[in-house]
């Protein structure tokens, strides 16, 4: 299914005097309303195609109803969040979930939703139907070089696809771990894993990033051989000038103080892009901003800063990714929610006063900086961001017109009842 724009501007016009009440108010103490919204519209935010289903839990599977069974439906899933909130113009792909047959045919058809393709993502945490050699031990870090050889393989094959569809980056997370002190030797495992992804990261076109991703633990839970980001940093180092660290919400140990790891990422220009979501215990999955918003901005206020001081484009310069999983909430609605969290925690982070909060550190004024920080994050900004879709022609209240539209009750009567999406 399709979004007609006459059914976006009727809800648009339905909502559009209170809609100029709320903005009109914020703007007033805003003087550089006009180049939040600017920015608010070029910035775009890619979903990944594995978060379309139903995830589960290790204990089970409820799963929805009319969710995506092929490749052709999560692109057609994605434009629809697209045509509602014009800030999820990419799809992440994940192989070999998702295998394009036809890489024109798809790179049209996404084309015809108004979108590109984001980083691919390779998959050597599980093991595929036919192939030679298990991942039960891991796979870049794997004590036998032809299991590691295998894992090399199939990410040039990623980085194949990913050519083919017009991709830029390559994720790679990896599972690779010890569950009990002694199973393995840290120090060989790293190497084995730099040895490996100088493999991959010599098949990188000229114009592509390499993104490592991190985690502290899970599925093995003594120690995983990517495990920060101070692993993930020293790989990125000794691969080169495309290779950068990328930052899961989710995927540090309680308590960690992300904004800190992404200022000083950025600072030594090593920062390659997010996977946004929150959580409360673990990796957890959950809708961005859903359980620590303050964190999500704080983290913000350290990207603009950062991205600032080094003139990064951000929209372009890093890459702005969600990875969630949804087992209560309807997918798509979580991940418009996803969206509108990181937006307002972008458009919230644009006005704190910069100058203001540097003369306070200068002076150790610790209450001060405090007020600057929490003047920008308690400023009510859902109006700056919502002008900023509606000047694109998307929905005042996207996740309103979801429901408005009955659009999952539409799906499932094209799909049926199946649920063949893969999740995590
Ligand atoms: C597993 O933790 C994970 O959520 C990683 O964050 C990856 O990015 C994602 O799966 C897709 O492989
Ligand atoms: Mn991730
Ligand atoms: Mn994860």
């Known amino acids: 299914m399709k979004l007609d724009k006459q059914s976006i501007e009727q809800h648009n016009q339905g909502l559009t005097a209170k809609h100029q009440r709320a903005l009109a108010f914020v703007s007033d103490d805003i003087p550089q309303v006009e180049d939040i919204i600017a920015k608010l519209e070029k910035f775009q935010i890619a979903i990944p195609s594995w978060a ?68 691919v993502n390779s998959n050597t945490f599980q093991d595929q139907p036919g192939q030679a050699y298990s991942y039960k031990f891991g796979s870049l870090h794997h004590v036998d070089p032809k299991v590691r050889k295998q894992a090399v393989d199939h990410n040039i094959d990623v980085i194949n696809h990913g050519i083919a569809l017009g991709s830029k980056a390559l994720t790679v997370w990896l599972a690779d771990g010890s569950s009990f002190p002694g199973q393995l030797n840290f120090r060989e495992a790293f190497q084995n894993t730099l040895e490996s992804l100088k493999e991959i990261y010599a098949h990188l076109p000229e114009d592509w990033k390499l993104f490592v ?51 000083l990422l950025l600072m030594e220009g090593k920062l390659g892009g997010f996977h946004f979501n929150d959580s409360k215990y673990a990796d957890d999955d959950l809708t961005a901003g859903s359980i620590k918003p303050y964190q999500l901005f704080l983290i913000f206020n350290e990207l603009v800063d950062g991205m600032d001081a080094r003139g990064i484009d951000h929209s372009s310069g890093l890459g702005w990714m969600i990875d969630a999983s949804h087992n209560l909430k309807d997918p798509l609605v979580d991940l418009l929610q996803s969206v509108e969290a990181i937006k307002i925690a972008y458009a919230q982070a644009l006005l704190v006063d910069r100058v203001a909060l540097k003369q306070a550190q200068q002076a150790n004024d610790v209450v001060r900086a405090q007020e600057i920080l929490q003047h920008a994050f308690r400023t009510d900004v859902r109006s700056i961001v919502a002008e900023a879709r509606l000047r694109q022609g998307a929905a005042l209240n996207p996740v309103a017109l979801f429901n408005e539209l009955d659009v999952r009750g539409k799906l499932i009567a094209e799909r049926g009842s199946q649920s063949v999406a893969t999740g995590l």
């Open 52 to 119: 379309l289903g139903t995830g589960g839990t290790r204990f089970g599977r409820f799963t929805g109803k009319g969710e995506p069974g092929s490749l052709e439906q999560k692109i057609e899933d994605v434009g629809l969040l697209h045509a509602l909130n014009k800030s999820s113009g990419a799809i992440s792909l994940h192989i070999p979930w998702d295998i394009p047959e036809d890489a024109n045919k798809i790179k049209e058809l996404a084309a015809s939703h108004g979108l590109v393709f984001d980083a």
């Open 213 to 263: 991703e991190y985690k502290a633990f899970e599925p093995f839970f003594y120690s995983t051989t990517i495990g920060d980001w101070g692993q993930s940093l020293l790989l990125a180092s000794k691969l080169g000038s495309k290779a950068y660290t990328l930052v899961d919400l989710g995927h540090h140990l309680p308590n960690a103080n992300i904004e800190q790891i992404v200022s």
